[in-house]
């Protein structure tokens, strides 16, 4: 057993630091960046901001609403061919996900060979397994040209074993964050987003790949805060929750509209999609009831306008600017609270 004493900091426990800049508006930030992929040898340009690859955001309406918008859709890993059906697709805005399992592979190569896409996350709660390693790996070998995502992992040398030995070109950084998960307390197990971003960013720039900072996001903000700890793309279930484009029907309670959302790890995704719970496991995720929303341009807008706002008090004029730009401070407190009650 070891003890790891420095500190590790959340999204919640910094701010950045205002600098004096010449931009004058927040008409002057571009938003758009290009990315380059040394396995897949292709190049992307558009906003690098997503939906989680959860049921209840990664949906076809969402993609429909988002594409628009130069964001991207990581549809969730339960979408068969038939699904897809009449619907043209822009394969610069959407992800396809997948699994481990045997069953998944078949579904996958189906759709592969369908729709020909850009982007495959192959997606695991436990990124550290050896079973993912080896499916990365044929993964590659089989879809040189696919840009390929996977993890989920925390840790620098995990994402240099999977850029180097199994080559991604894209890995997602996050474990126990999300706003419906419980893998931390059912566990014991996490690491706090920023410096998971921070390490991990590190390392995969070191070695050509790129990383998502997915999970742990609250308000457009801390979408700022993982762009200016290193992250290449940043994803979110809950901001992207509760709209008219997220599955699930409106249920009304004491006057208020409500969507249902919930972890892709809980008792009802997986009753939903298996049929049972394994003996074997145990729950990692809660549902709770989102207020109903409207439709998602409008919290897009509110993302991209509050990420604008950020990049002209630090002096950024580009996403990937931001970083350069950035001085985080430790803090003890967020906001006012006083009337959010």
Known sequence: MRIEEDIKLDFKDVFFRPKRNDMSSRADVDLN???????????????????????????????????????????????TITDFKDIELDPNYYILSTGIRDVDKERTRELINELKPKFLCIDVANGYSHKF???????REEYPELVLIGGNVV????VEELSLSGGLDIIKIGLGNGSVCTTRLQTG??????????????????????????????????????????????MSGSLFAGHTESAGTLEEKDGVMYKSYYGMSSTTAMMKHYGKIETHRS??????????????????????GGLRSCCTYIGAKTIKDIP??????????????LFNN
Request: proline share 2%; glycine share 10%.
């Open 33 to 79: 960046r290009k990315l380059y992929f040394k396995y897949a040898k292709k190049e992307w340009d558009g906003i690098p901001i997503m939906t989680s690859n959860m049921d209840s955001v990664g949906t076809i309406d969402m993609y429909k609403s988002l594409s628009k918008k130069g964001l991207l859709t990581c549809f969730h890993k339960f979408y």
């Open 133 to 139: 390693l080896e499916t990365v790996r044929k993964y």
């Open 155 to 158: 840790s620098r040398e995990m």
């Open 189 to 234: 197990v996490g690491y706090p987003q920023l410096s998971a971003v921070i390490e991990c960013s590190d390392a995969a720039h070191g070695v050509g790949t790129h990383i998502i900072s997915d999970g742990g996001v609250q308000h457009p903000g801390d979408i700022a805060k993982a762009f200016g700890a290193g992250a290449d793309f940043v």
């Open 283 to 304: 729950s990692e995720g809660k549902k709770t009831m989102v207020k109903y929303k409207g439709d998602v341009e409008h919290t897009v807008q509110s993302i991209l």
């Open 324 to 337: 350069k730009c950035a001085t985080f401070m430790r803090v003890n407190r967020q906001v006012n609270d």
